[in-house]
């Protein structure tokens, strides 16, 4: 089998309310559909993460990631993934847009080569075999405390009895707004907290000792992805376990992190390198005795089933981040939905590959010319 074309194709759906996080604002959800063909007919698909500028990724893809993988044997995933890490390693480019693209590609290959063994690709990992895995619910976003609260409940009452908050208003608008939520769930309900790296050091801290009263879980994203120091100095001041790595990019990029006191990490597998890097930094995080809970955010429903199949395999997975907010891509892209959550549990597809099956005409209605 043969690699005979690789095509990347970029969609974008409106988002009908906003997400409002950190230091902007979503209104748009954006993916680059990866996908990959062969000589025998099949095709793997995957998703290169996308927030802006989706037409760089698609233009990697064409050259010069594309061309170096034609006439390639697709079932020699490790091999190419480095051969293409290689192509811009020695030219300086080992992040952004390049391994995004990467990340679209690897998850691509992977879904061949569950598809031509006839398996999931959890199956094919040789991991833990997980067939269904805990949940939280993803996120409630900036609003009044009153309103937090009740869509707190409403969660809850739903079946989840974990939820992430979104944080960054300030710090006393976000305690009151997470006390709001706290007396509206009880003490049962597993409250993290998300500030999408909206603070500096000092108001981190602060907000910090606010949230040890109300048995926050994680404090995720709470300074800026490259602030470094302050990952390290808010670790020291908090019993929080502090939690990110969405924003980062393979195993390199994510051993900062974990020797900088980041205890949750947070991959995700559209952005750090696939579903090879994803495992090679779920192992380095169980070196670290990390937990590996992996980001979905804004993707669409290609790359939140990638996300499914690796936490289904790795041993250290922790909990799996199902989006409520609303985001068409994450719905509309598939012929088959995707599972939805039961009882703060989840069901890993078992279908070849990605277990999914692309929607030829919900790509094209979505694509961006």
């Known amino acids: ?13 409106p988002m009908s309310k906003p997400w409002r996080i950190g ?9 680059v559909i990866v996908e990959i063909e062969t000589d025998e007919g099949m095709t793997g698909v995957g998703e290169a993460l996308a927030r802006l500028g989706a037409s760089a990724s698609k233009s990697l893809i064409d050259d010069p990631i594309g061309p170096a993988l034609l006439g390639a044997d697709p079932i020699n995933i490790e091999g190419l993934w480095q051969r293409l890490f290689n192509l811009m390693r020695f030219r300086g480019h080992t992040r952004g847009y390049f391994l995004e693209a990467l990340s679209g590609i690897d998850i691509a290959l992977w879904d061949l080569a ?16 997980r067939t269904e895995l805990p949940v939280y619910a993803s996120s409630i976003f900036w609003d ?11 969660l809850t009452a739903s079946g989840f009895s974990a ?44 907000l910090a000792r606010e949230m040890e009263r109300l048995d926050v879980r994680w404090f995720e ?47 995700d597998v559209g952005r750090a390198g696939g579903i090879t890097e994803s495992r090679r930094i779920a192992a380095l995080a169980e070196v670290f005795h990390v937990p590996y809970a992996p980001h979905t955010g804004a993707s669409s429903a290609v790359c939140m089933a990638a996300s499914l199949q690796v936490a289904a395999a790795v041993p250290n997975f922790l909990v799996y981040e199902h989006m409520v907010g609303e985001n068409p891509l994450a719905r509309v892209l598939l ?22 099956s692309l929607d030829r005409k919900a790509l094209e209605k979505y694509r961006v010319a």
């Open 1 to 13: 089998m043969r690699i005979t074309r690789v095509t990347g194709t970029v969609v974008a759906a």
């Open 23 to 31: 230091h902007y604002t979503l209104d748009k959800g954006y993916a």
């Open 114 to 129: 569950g598809k031509v063994a006839g398996v999931p690709i959890h199956r094919l990992l040789y991991g833990c075999g």
């Open 144 to 154: 009044a405390p009153a309103a937090m609260a009740a869509v707190a409940e409403e």
């Open 163 to 206: 939820i992430k908050v979104k944080v960054g208003q300030g710090v006393e608008k976000d305690a009151e707004c997470l006390k709001a939520i706290r007396r509206a769930v009880g003490p049962g309900v597993q409250l993290t907290v998300d500030a999408n790296g909206a603070y500096g050091l000092a108001d981190a801290i602060r």
């Open 221 to 267: 994203e709470p300074v800026p992805a490259d602030d470094l120091a302050g990952y390290a100095a808010l670790a020291a001041r908090t019993d929080i376990p502090i939690a990110a790595g969405e924003a980062e990019f393979s195993v390199y990029g994510v051993k900062e992190l974990l020797t900088h006191g980041v205890r949750v990490i947070q991959p």
């Open 335 to 356: 012929t088959e939905p995707l599972p939805e959550p039961k009882n703060g549990v989840i069901t890993v597809p078992q279908g070849p590959g990605l277990g999914i």
